[in-house]
């Protein structure tokens, strides 16, 4: 088989550049170790930042999105038993965010590959890649127990952090930079109206809380817990108890409960790998970097590769250029690194460590001047709802 950009992994990252690259007319396989339905029912982010949910639209798989995703303006920061809303659209000219689930983005990007007659292979086994120092870089997998390979001009890590790609790459090739943090986020996908309109980011003595939703009817909620707990040691009642004791306000605000549907506890990681590509193997997305949730950025950082790549393969095919390609990490990093620099800001200012006493009063302060100051709350703004992408 031979296809011009074999792409590993049918995440948010594998889709859209396969998605991208057919609307400029370059082929692509994607190889997907998993299910097609394992995939378009993993639980995960739900922020997509106004330039990636412009970015969807423009490219025709928007349609499903703009009529069930919500728009939001705003979101809440919680603390000392109170709600400073910050005014996202007033600070950045109007932008907004959507909240709109991963997995629908992934339905709606599989159905529109599909729907076009693209390639995608679910429930591979055993993916190598190979050859990656020459101009033909070639992917060996087996499909129905039977060994396949394919041959191609390119090869997309888009694999996630626990992929083959990255580790692939020849050792003393990468740099990699990485921070663990000292907690761990539980979170629960409930059948319960959502308690706020607005995202709220609580910050409390016993730990951080986060309140999200899917839809008018589905909660998405996630607290602060020990990265070594169990799932096992959090019933649904211990769950909804920590939750309403984190949330409390001075006004008696009350969380709203109903049936958990889904439950999961993900470990916190800042990691980036540079560079982002090795001979014709290309990183994109949670391959290359991971940044802890509280930024709601990970999904978005994946379509900002998405985006340099495609650039990049348009102006090699187009117009037989190298440079971008040769640019591509350095272009990826310069964004990756803001992103990791807010996405760990957050985190630290909202959770509660064993550091100390000193560094909560210093969180608080944080707190306290990012919700008094216009400058301060503007910074937070401009990074969450997604900082402008640089001229290619
Ligand atoms: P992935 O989604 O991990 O996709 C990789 C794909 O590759 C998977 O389908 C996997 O099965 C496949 N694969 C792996 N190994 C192989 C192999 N050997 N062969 C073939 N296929 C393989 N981000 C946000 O922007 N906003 C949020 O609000 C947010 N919240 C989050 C909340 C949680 C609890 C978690 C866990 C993450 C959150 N994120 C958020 C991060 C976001 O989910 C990821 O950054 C995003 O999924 C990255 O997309 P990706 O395509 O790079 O990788
Ligand atoms: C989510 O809805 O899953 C979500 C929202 C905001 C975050 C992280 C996750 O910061």
């Known amino acids: 088989m031979r296809t011009q950009v074999g792409i590993v992994g049918a995440g948010p990252a594998g889709l859209l550049l396969s998605h991208l690259l057919h609307l400029r007319g370059i082929d692509s396989v994607v190889l997907e170790a998993r299910s097609r339905h394992y995939c378009e029912t993993r639980i ?57 689930g991963q997995h629908e983005v992934v339905k709606d990007l599989i159905a529109a590959r599909l729907d076009a007659g693209g390639e995608i ?41 626990h992929g083959i790609c990255r580790p692939s790459i020849p050792p003393g090739v990468l740099t990699i930079y990485e921070h663990a943090h000292p907690f761990a986020w539980l979170g629960i996908l409930a059948q319960a109206p959502p308690a706020s309109a607005e995202l709220i980011y609580a ?10 939703m899917r839809s008018p009817e589905v909660s998405r909620l996630y607290l602060q817990c ?18 309403r004791r984190r949330f409390e306000t001075d006004e008696g605000w009350t969380l709203r409960d109903g049936p958990v549907l889904q439950k999961g506890i993900t ?49 090699f095919y187009a117009a037989g250029r190298t440079d971008l390609l040769a640019g591509y990490s350095a272009a990826c990093l310069r964004r990756v690194w803001k992103v990791q620099r807010f996405s760990w800001w957050m985190t630290s200012m909202l959770h509660r460590s064993a550091e100390g006493e000193f560094f909560d009063r210093l969180h608080l302060a944080e707190l306290d001047y990012v919700t008094s100051s216009r400058a301060a709350a503007t910074a937070l703004a401009e990074n969450y709802v997604g900082l402008p992408f640089a001229p290619a």
């Not at 930042?49 to 999105?65: F, H, I, K, P, W």
């Not at 993916?127 to 396949?148: C, H, M, N, Q, S």
């Not at 990183?283 to 495609?310: E, M, Q, S, Y």
Request: aromatic share 8%; hydrophobic share 45%.
């Open 121 to 161: 292979f679910f429930d591979v086994e055993d993916v190598a890649v190979g050859d990656l120092d020459t101009a033909a870089p070639r992917i060996r997998f087996r499909r129905g127990g039977e060994a396949r390979e394919l041959r191609c001009d390119f090869i997309a890590g888009c694999d996630g952090f």
């Open 44 to 100: 995960r982010a739900g922020v997509l930042e106004q330039g990636t949910a412009d970015l969807l639209v423009a490219s025709g798989v928007g349609g499903r999105m703009t009529r069930e995703g919500l728009v939001h303006r705003g979101i809440v920061l919680r603390f000392g038993g109170r709600d400073h809303r910050i005014d996202l659209s007033e600070l950045t000219g109007g932008r907004t965010i959507l909240v709109y």
């Open 267 to 315: 470990a916190m990681r800042s990691f980036v790998a540079s560079p982002m590509q090795h001979g014709r193997l290309f990183l994109l997305g949670d391959a290359a970097h991971i940044v802890p949730p509280t930024g709601a950025k990970g999904l978005n950082l994946a379509a900002a590769d998405v985006r340099v790549f495609v650039e990049a393969l348009d102006a």
């Open 203 to 212: 910050s409390h003595a016993r730990g951080f809380a986060l309140l999200s």
């Open 226 to 243: 020990e990265p070594a707990e169990a799932i096992g040691e959090w019933p649904d009642d211990r769950i909804w108890q920590e939750l």
